[in-house]
């Protein structure tokens, strides 16, 4: 399983989860190489198997090179999970050229090229999933991440697409939607942001990154099996 921008958050989630049902672990990491390490370190310590790739997925020379090393040392991927993703917020009117396409870039050309990257041996195979993780900004719009939202939108149709083209080789396409996660972007906002947050969520309460895994393993594991082209909403109700 190669799990991309595994080295915290959502992604790190993903691949202690996974990794806690026998699955060989590669974590892809742009450039924060000790917390892959560390997350690295946590498996093993639990009995797993991992290996660190470094590579910016936006980029189709570093994704090349990086799958020719996983497939010398894992061999083919069998389950891919498009996680990587950034932010550049900004009002419509202010916000930089620059920053609309480094979040197209990073969340939504990058699922293209990995999902491209692994589509062939999947092919071979006669089977695979992949799954990107998309957002309830993706569903519902956002005010000031129009980028951030257009981006994962886009993964949303990305699945959907894929879904159908991949079918007749039993490749499942998936995606995963959270809402407000507890994270380290979550962790900086104000007392009366996140109040105005939990006022938006019917449960009333921000969703844990183990959350997002735990439905990740659903859609990766025999529970997915006839399910494809779907999103799951992981939210607290927030996008109905």
Same mark, same amino acid.
């Given at each position: 399983m190669l799990i991309t921008g595994a080295s915290r958050g959502i992604g790190r989630a993903i691949a202690?989860?996974?990794?806690q049902s026998g699955a060989r672990i590669v974590i892809n990491y742009a450039r924060q190489e000790n917390s892959a390490l560390e997350v690295k370190e946590t498996i093993e310590s639990l009995g797993g198997t991992a290996m660190i790739a470094q590579a910016d997925v936006s980029d189709e020379e570093q994704v090349t090179r990086m799958m020719a090393a996983i497939k010398e040392t894992f061999g083919p991927v069998t389950i @891919?999970?498009?996680?990587?993703?950034?932010t550049r917020d900004g009002l419509l009117v202010r916000m930089k050229t620059s920053d609309w396409h480094q979040v197209m870039d990073t969340n939504l050309t990058s699922a293209f090229l990995m999902s491209r990257a692994v589509a062939k041996d999947m092919m071979k195979a006669k089977g695979g999933r992949i799954i990107n993780i998309s957002s309830v900004v993706g569903v519902m719009g956002n005010a000031g991440q129009s980028n951030y939202s257009a981006s994962k939108a886009g993964l949303i149709g @990305?699945?959907?697409s894929l879904a159908r083209e991949l079918a007749p080789k039993r490749i499942t396409v998936n995606a995963v939607a959270p809402g407000f996660i507890e994270t380290e972007m979550t962790d900086a906002l104000s007392t009366q942001v996140k109040e105005q947050l939990l006022a938006q969520i019917p449960l009333n309460q921000l969703g844990k990154a183990e959350d997002i895994a735990?439905?990740?393993?659903y859609l990766a594991g025999a529970g997915g099996r006839y399910i494809t082209g779907q999103v799951l909403q992981v939210n607290g109700g927030m996008a109905m």
């Open positions: 202690l989860k996974m990794a @891919l999970i498009n996680n990587a993703g950034i @990305l699945t959907k735990e439905a990740v393993a």
